[in-house]
């Protein structure tokens, strides 16, 4: 299995300030032959499941603000939250779906 | 917009199968790959497997021995049945929509099952 691992666990941000998520992959989810991560970012509210933000390691969903964004190749990946609102204090969430089977990262904790 | 919506029993007994059922509105059943994922009471997400249209299969090997996943083209359904639960089975299943790519683009709400006695 490929294990995900997120760094922090959990992180205090101040609104308006930047938040970054890591998460690392024990081995590369780059597949040669499309060139592409396969590598996706989640984020979770308490009550609700989780709401893709973005896919291919960097292309953000429909609808999903410009402040998230998403970086990194291979094994390692990062998320961005460059001005943290008060609606982004979530759970988040990397997973590979490269490989069988799918895991996901051990979630990482936004708070302000 | 797809929507899926997940029932089946809150509470399961030890030794016992779980069985769930997905139902899926806003798209046909058919075409796509459909998962089941489980989340922890310590909040760790785990994929259990997923199921094609057509019925083919493929499982978490940490639980394959015990899952089963079918699809009813007709209800425009699928099920989980997990057998043999213990109390660490105990999770929120989700079901969801596989995008291409097998990434997960539309989730159900989740439904809390509990393995006790």
């Known amino acids: 299995d490929i294990v995900m691992t997120q760094s922090p666990d959990s992180l205090a941000v101040s609104l308006g300030e930047r938040a970054t998520i890591n998460c690392k992959s024990s081995?590369?989810?780059?597949?040669?032959?499309?060139?592409?991560?396969?590598l996706a970012w989640y984020q979770q509210k308490p009550g609700q499941p989780p709401k893709l933000l973005v896919s291919?390691?960097?292309t953000r969903e429909s609808g999903v603000p410009d402040r998230f964004s998403g970086s990194g190749s291979g094994t390692d990946f990062t998320l961005t939250i460059s001005s943290l609102q008060a609606e982004d204090v979530a759970v988040y969430y990397c997973?590979?779906?490269?490989?069988?089977?799918?895991?996901f990262g051990q979630g990482t904790t936004v708070e302000i | 917009q797809v929507q899926l919506q997940e029932s089946g029993p809150g509470l399961v007994k030890p030794s016992e199968t779980l069985s769930l059922t997905c139902t899926v509105s806003?798209?046909?059943?058919?075409?796509?790959?459909w998962t089941w994922i489980r989340q922890t009471p310590g909040k760790r997400l785990e994929w259990i497997g997923y199921?094609?249209?057509?019925?083919?299969?493929g499982y978490n090997p940490s639980l394959k021995s015990r899952v089963t996943m079918s699809v009813d083209t007709s209800k425009n359904q699928f099920s989980l049945n997990l057998r043999s639960v213990t109390a660490a089975d105990t999770a929120v299943y989700y079901c969801?929509?596989?995008?291409?790519?097998?990434?997960?683009?539309?989730w159900g709400q989740g439904t809390l099952v509990t393995v006790s006695t």
């Open positions: 199921v094609l249209y057509t019925g083919s299969t």
């Open positions: 806003g798209a046909s059943i058919s075409g796509f790959y």
């Open positions: 969801t929509k596989v995008a291409d790519g097998g990434l997960f683009d539309s």
């Open positions: 081995q590369s989810v780059l597949y040669n032959s499309d060139n592409r991560n396969y």
């Open positions: 997973l590979q779906h490269l490989n069988i089977p799918r895991t």
């Open positions: 291919w390691a960097s």
